[in-house]
């Protein structure tokens, strides 16, 4: 069973950065893609950043290209997301998931992706204030 635990969410102001972290355990092979989600309030889930396990591809969406960056470390099972230049509209709880995806990991960022994510954690609160 694979477990995601995320962790590094707080409030900051706008124009600061936070860096989520994500702790995989169980992570089998089947896992090609992991990605950071998002769900602000009343809104629905967001998939803003994704990366192939395999070579370590990264996707964005828009409205984070630019500021957010996704990464992994194999040897700690980790999976980061560096965001800078945060906005108001950034807060939102993130959360950290993984899937096969066929391997085609930007479908993560489609509208419905999150559908195709196989495993999810509980969530990290980010909150930025103006």
């Known amino acids: 069973q694979v477990q995601l635990v995320e962790s590094g969410g707080g409030s900051v102001q706008a124009g600061g950065s936070l860096r989520l972290s994500c702790a995989e355990s169980?992570?089998?092979?089947?896992?090609?893609?992991m990605a950071w989600f998002r769900q602000a309030p009343g809104k629905g889930r967001e998939g803003v950043a994704v990366i192939s396990t395999g070579d370590s591809s990264t996707f964005y969406a828009d409205s984070v290209k630019g500021r957010f960056t996704i990464s992994q470390d194999n040897a700690k099972n980790t999976i980061y997301l560096q965001m800078t230049s945060l906005k108001p509209e950034d807060t939102a709880m993130y959360y950290c998931t993984a899937g096969d995806l066929g391997g085609y990991c930007t479908v993560a960022l489609d509208e419905q992706g999150y559908y195709a994510m196989d495993y999810w954690g509980k969530g990290t609160l980010v909150t930025i204030s103006a």
């Open positions: 169980s992570v089998t092979d089947s896992s090609k893609c």
